[in-house]
């Protein structure tokens, strides 16, 4: 079978299929494909003549579908971002690159997100630049997408972000409202792309980086795109009390007062998020939060997810950036959502639901679809776009030699690396084990190589010891931006 072969089965060990609006786990399960679409989810072998796939060692899942995501950063900022902080340099010396080397570096990234199950990436990419790259790179493999630039893009967003006064914020609309603009003509000129694969939406940063006239700017654009808005939302306890003073609500409370759910929303992170005030609008509205539990590196504070879920809110795992790697970010999310709900259980003022591995797994696949309305995504079911993963559970390390009895359960073992297979609207870029859309060397050679250059230029700007000890962290001091050409 060739990457593009237009008609073939998978016999999978099993598969979480769609079975009377529940996902379910069959075992010996085969799903026919037939174009870009599922066309045949049975037990046993499809008799006959016909192209197959043998997945018999694998666990057979919709496509994951990563709800917040950079896609561009994770490379250069795994292992610099661990001590905290912030990447501004690192971002500055990105921005210099010329487009050849961006595309590049976002080639190594989406690779990786490829080849750990993710076929729809939601990419808030850090400018309406880097959002045009994703979908080059995306347009040439074949990847499903959501692109966005993020507004204020990356080169302007510092000093909003961390302004001492909110004359800062006043002062930035008119070149916010530009940016917003260009980000509008960008989605125009590439909506529902590739065989509908692309379809940008609008992504704000953050509420306390927007003003009521920047954000009507974001919901009316929002609205001619027709797929959404992408958004930081009560991300931390500082952005809540910025917000509170400046317009007397939530961030939660400030966006429904501006009419920002009604389109799609999927927002992440929300450690600032008030439980009491704001779960109630989030699930009302159907606003999809991201929970990101490396999205500041390896470890930190579990986010609010065992909060959501008991309140209804529809919800799930996601990349953010430093590690490009679902399956690790799957089962993170179950482990952290786990512990967070054994050490508030008692003392929390709103109830708390104790993640599993299958709430992970959902909220990546099919509850997002819903919410980006998609009922042709994140199911394995006839009709359902061939948006599919493959995942080794058998092997060493994951599994015993013997195809298990819970699958699922087994993806606590996984990583990235147990994945064997991933089709995207019927076309594999990845193939029992071999990413198949590219020369996968190459692409990580000259993605290795952009990295090399952003080091050479921390180095050269004496970065690390400038900043080592300020504030507690590597990166809390200040820098001379010093960048290679």
């Known amino acids: 079978m060739t990457a593009n072969s237009s008609s073939y089965v998978i016999e999978s060990g099993a598969a979480l299929v769609w079975q009377?609006?529940?996902?379910?786990?069959?075992h010996n399960v085969s799903v026919v494909v037939e174009g870009d679409s599922i066309v045949e989810v049975r037990e046993g072998?499809?008799?006959?003549?016909?192209?197959?796939?043998?997945?018999?060692?694998?666990?057979?899942?919709?496509?994951f579908i990563s709800g917040h995501t950079h896609v561009s950063v994770g490379s250069y900022t795994r292992g610099l971002i661990e001590g905290g902080g912030s990447t501004e340099f690192l971002h500055t010396v990105v921005d210099d690159l010329p487009d050849e080397e961006l595309d590049d570096l976002m080639s190594f990234n989406?690779?990786?997100?490829?080849?750990?199950?993710?076929?729809?990436?939601?990419?808030q990419d850090h400018n309406v630049r880097r959002a045009r790259s994703y979908v080059r790179v995306a347009t040439r493999w074949g990847c499903r997408g959501y692109p966005s630039g993020m507004v204020p893009g990356i080169h302007r967003l510092f000093p909003i972000w961390h302004r001492q006064t909110d004359d800062v914020l006043t002062d930035s609309v008119a070149d916010t409202l530009r940016e917003i603009e260009e980000n509008l003509q960008f989605g125009l000129e590439c909506n529902h792309a590739e065989n509908d694969r692309i379809r940008p939406n609008?992504?704000?940063?953050?509420?306390?980086?927007h003003t009521p006239e920047t954000m009507a700017a974001v919901i009316d654009a929002a609205k001619k795109l027709g797929n959404g808005i992408h958004i930081h939302l009560?991300?931390?306890?500082?952005?809540?009390?910025?917000?509170?003073?400046?317009?007397?609500q939530t961030p939660v409370q400030w966006a429904e007062s501006l009419g920002l759910y009604e389109v799609p929303v999927l927002a992440a992170h929300m450690d600032g998020v008030d439980l009491e005030v704001d779960l109630p609008i989030l699930a009302r509205n159907n606003v999809y939060y991201s929970t990101c539990p490396t999205g500041g590196g390896p470890g930190g504070r579990p986010q609010p997810w065992p909060e959501m879920l008991a309140a209804g809110v529809s919800s799930g795992p996601a990349i953010d950036t430093h590690t490009n790697d679902m399956i690790e970010n799957v089962k993170l999310a179950v482990f952290h959502g786990q512990a967070r709900y054994e050490l508030l259980r008692d003392t929390s003022p709103v109830p708390l639901q104790r993640p599993t591995i299958e709430d992970a797994v959902n909220g990546a696949t099919h509850v997002i679809a819903d919410v980006l309305g998609r009922p042709d995504l994140g199911r394995i079911t006839v009709g359902a776009k061939a948006d599919l993963v493959g995942i080794d559970v058998s092997g060493p390390l994951v599994g015993s030699g013997a195809f298990p009895p819970k699958?699922?359960?087994n993806l606590l073992y996984a990583s990235g690396k147990n994945v064997k297979n991933v089709i995207t609207d019927g076309v594999h870029q990845v193939k029992n084990g071999q990413f198949s859309v590219d020369d996968e060397a190459e692409v990580?050679?000259?993605?290795?190589?952009?990295?090399?250059?952003?080091?050479?230029?921390?180095?050269?700007?004496?970065?690390?010891?400038?900043?080592a000890g300020t504030a507690g962290h590597p990166w809390g001091g200040k820098f001379t931006p010093l960048v290679e050409h």
């Open 407 to 409: 699958p699922l359960w």
């Open 444 to 467: 990580l050679r000259r993605g290795g190589e952009v990295v090399a250059k952003i080091y050479r230029a921390v180095e050269k700007a004496s970065y690390l010891q400038q900043s």
């Open 110 to 123: 989406l690779l990786e997100l490829v080849r750990s199950g993710v076929t729809t990436v939601v990419n």
């Open 45 to 63: 072998r499809v008799p006959g003549r016909v192209e197959r796939l043998d997945a018999s060692d694998q666990l057979l899942l919709p496509g």
């Open 202 to 209: 609008m992504a704000p940063h953050a509420t306390d980086t």
């Open 20 to 26: 009377g609006d529940v996902p379910t786990v069959r």
């Open 234 to 248: 009560a991300q931390s306890q500082e952005e809540t009390r910025r917000v509170r003073e400046m317009w007397g």
